[in-house]
């Protein structure tokens, strides 16, 4: 089992920054890559961003170049800087980790991003 622990969601003035970070604990070796997702009202959940075990990463075309993943293995948390957000942004963002093998995927709670006009 992974438990992952997401943190640093709040209120923020369009054009400001954020930065959450996630952090895992449990069977910590087994994972592999994780990600953060966001879930607005009324919609999908998408992918953010993106990094695998040798941090490669991947972002959604709509957070390219203003949101920025990083991840420190060591620690097996993964954070994501969010840079000009804009009220689009709002949404509920959620960490997630995929283990090697049978890709088992685990979700945290989430963390609330709210972003005034």
């Known amino acids: 089992q992974v438990q992952l622990e997401e943190s640093g969601g709040g209120l923020v003035q369009a054009g400001g920054s954020l930065r959450l970070s996630c952090a895992a604990s449990?069977?910590?070796?087994?994972?592999?890559?994780m990600a953060w997702y966001r879930q607005a009202p009324g919609k999908q959940r998408e992918l953010v961003a993106g990094s695998s075990l040798s941090h490669t990463t991947n972002y959604a075309d709509s957070v390219k170049g203003r949101f920025t993943i990083s991840r420190d293995n060591a620690e097996n948390a993964v954070y994501l800087q969010m840079n000009r957000l804009k009220p689009e942004d709002t949404a509920v963002y959620y960490c997630?980790?995929?283990?090697?093998?049978?890709?088992?995927?685990?979700w945290g709670q989430g963390t609330r991003v709210t972003v005034s006009s």
């Open positions: 997630q980790a995929v283990t090697g093998g049978i890709r088992k995927v685990y």
């Open positions: 449990g069977s910590i070796s087994s994972i592999n890559a």
